[in-house]
């Protein structure tokens, strides 16, 4: 089961910042937590990942709170072909990812 | 990078026939990999996970015996809908987790391929 909570759409301004939150309260101390992006009707596509420190890599960042509680994944210039439905998952045991709802982001020219 | 391919990429077939559905990693072995189904507007509904070599692990509620899956070699795994019905109807996505070079938890996705059964 699912067990992040993501706000269901966003809009960002081109070439704005997009900070795409992510709620995983219950999250275990070896878990980590993954962000993947479908684009219509493709299969998705990976993003970044990441245990308790930040990451960045060429396509974004994420943010981890200390608590790591929640993070934030963060494309710094948004361009119209980010828009997609970004999902946050936890990494439950046996490798298996269960995708929740994911936030539709939809960027604006 | 890791490469997953399926075919084919969409499919009509008949209510009550069965459709076979491919799921390739190109350029990596995968000793496991995994298949969903989405319905439109809807999220990524994990259906069973494959292992190479043995039976594959069915997530609640998913009809072992309707969604047949073989994972024969360490490059290719199928999923085949038996006896089809319109509520059938729906994107499968395979994935597959590079079982040596890559990071050991990551998984690549394949393109889906998209089940209409009339």
Request: hydrophobic share 30%.
């Amino acid at each position: 089961d699912a067990k992040t909570t993501q706000p269901p759409s966003m809009d960002c301004a081109e070439g704005r910042a997009a900070n795409l939150p992510c709620n995983h309260s219950t999250i275990s101390g070896n878990e980590y937590v993954y962000w993947y992006r479908q684009i219509h009707s493709q299969g998705p596509q990976y993003i970044i990942h990441g245990l308790k420190n930040n990451e960045t890599n060429e396509m974004a960042s994420l943010i981890i709170t200390e608590d790591r509680k929640s993070s934030t994944l963060i494309l710094p210039h948004a361009t119209l072909r980010d828009t997609a439905v970004y999902y946050c998952i936890v990494r439950v045991t046996g490798n298996q990812f269960y995708f929740g709802t994911g936030t539709s982001l939809t960027v604006i020219p | 990078g890791a490469v997953v391919s399926q075919h084919p990429s969409w499919v009509i077939c008949k209510s009550g026939t069965s459709v076979k559905i491919e799921c390739r990693s190109l350029d990596f072995q995968a000793t496991t990999m995994f298949w969903y189904r989405q319905f439109p507007k809807q999220s990524l509904m994990l259906m069973a996970t494959s292992n190479e070599g043995s039976k594959a692990t069915y997530e609640q509620g998913v009809e072992k015996d309707k969604f047949l899956i073989n994972h024969a070699s360490l490059t290719l795994s199928t999923l085949t809908v038996t006896s089809a019905h319109p509520e059938d109807s729906s994107f499968y996505i395979c994935s597959a987790r590079d079982s040596i070079g890559g990071q050991f938890y990551e998984q690549y996705f394949g393109p889906g391929t998209r089940l209409t059964v009339t």
